[in-house]
């Protein structure tokens, strides 16, 4: 779209004349040219437009933060899931080797305490007079 010199109303840029005033349009002699200059001129004036982070997978993770931006399920924001041959997590370790999908370890029994022996006991032997 363009705008008419005359009446200052938009035209279609294949309009040869504004249908409003009849006002024949002049061609544009800059073309790409002037293209270049106007997109120079307003980035000097109001500075260069920042471009949103690119997240191809979808996953919430910008791509330079992502170990692998082509998979939803892949993200440093993961869970791992022990079974599907990836590394979910991104933190290296794909599966069983990954320590989320060990197994916990059964702790070990407690050791007896001091005290202990003293209830097996029957009553009032080894232990202490009541006050």
Known sequence: MVVCERCS????????SCPFCNRR?????????GAVITT???AACYGTVATPPIDA?????PEQFDC?????????KGREVCSDKLD????????AADPACKPPTASPAPEPRADDSIKDKP?????????
Do not use: I, Y
């Open 9 to 16: 109303r938009h035209l279609r840029t294949d309009e040869p």
């Open 25 to 33: 349009r002049l061609p544009s002699r800059l073309g790409a040219l």
């Open 40 to 42: 120079v001129v307003l």
């Open 57 to 61: 997978d979808g996953d919430g993770v």
């Open 68 to 76: 692998d931006d082509t998979k939803a399920a892949v993200s440093p």
């Open 88 to 95: 979910n997590d991104c933190n290296g370790l794909v599966d």
């Open 123 to 131: 009553e009032g032997e080894g232990k202490p007079a009541a006050p």
